[in-house]
């Protein structure tokens, strides 16, 4: 199983950016899928995360309105839409699959495999 992010870079404060998280290896149509951010000097963090039928998503408190995941299950992939971007909101992103089918429960011990990140920097 490979996770692969993409879709990082370098963009002004206000701007948007969209990364994208490809799973290989075995369909996860049936798993919740989301993502996670590290910035630098501090711990990973929940970002958000969907349900296998897209119907639930769950949101961090500071990216909520300004973020939106989607997924899309006949490409085994996940999409995390940011817009309005500030620069705290400069880390590594990493896409996530969890073991449930639903949520992520904000938390990383319901992750069953993680992507390598893609780097995402907002300048000011």
């Known amino acids: 199983v490979q996770l692969q992010a993409s879709g990082g870079g370098l963009v002004q404060a206000g701007g948007s950016l969209r990364v994208s998280c490809v799973a290989y290896g075995r369909s996860f149509s049936r798993r919740v899928m989301g993502w996670f951010r590290q910035a630098p000097g501090n711990e990973r963090e929940f970002v958000s995360s969907i349900s296998w039928t897209g119907g639930i998503t769950d949101y961090a408190e500071n990216v909520k309105g300004r973020f939106t995941i989607s997924r899309d299950n006949a490409k085994n992939t996940v999409y995390l839409q940011m817009d309005g971007l500030k620069p705290e909101d400069t880390a590594v992103y990493y896409c996530?699959?969890?073991?449930?089918?639903?949520?992520?429960?904000?938390?990383?011990?319901?992750?069953?495999?993680w992507g390598k990140g893609t780097l995402v920097t907002v300048s000011s």
């Open positions: 996530a699959i969890g073991r449930s089918s639903t949520t992520l429960m904000g938390a990383e011990n319901g992750v069953d495999y």
